[in-house]
Nanobody, 114 residues
């Protein structure tokens, strides 16, 4: 049974940084591309970043340069380093494989506010 457990969110001031983690189990982690998404209440979940099995990365344009996705295949974990955070980055952040599983974890709340 697949499990995706996101962590690392919290309250941070504008300009601050956070590192999100997504620990996975029950999936062939090293054989899958992985991605981060985010969702603001009342809006659709949106793509943030993707990392391939080999480490190739892709970001949504407006986040490029501030966020960095990485993975550790020995720990079945994908990370999202978020720098220079802005209030509009406030959302619940989720990870999933690509293609997406029919299952989403609980996500981790990121709140950027002074």
């Amino acid at each position: 049974q697949a499990q995706l457990v996101e962590s690392g969110g919290g309250l941070v001031q504008p300009g601050g940084s956070l590192r999100l983690s997504c620990a996975t189990s029950g999936i062939a982690f090293s054989a899958n591309d992985m991605a981060w998404y985010r969702q603001v209440q009342g809006r659709r979940r949106e793509f943030v970043a993707r990392i391939s099995q080999s480490g190739w990365t892709h970001y949504v344009d407006f986040l490029k340069g501030r966020f960095t996705i990485s993975r550790d295949n020995t720990k079945n974990t994908v990370y999202l380093q978020m720098n220079s955070l802005k209030p509009e980055d406030t959302a619940i952040y989720y990870c999933n494989s690509v293609p997406n599983l029919n299952y989403w974890g609980q996500g981790t709340q990121v709140t950027v506010s002074s």
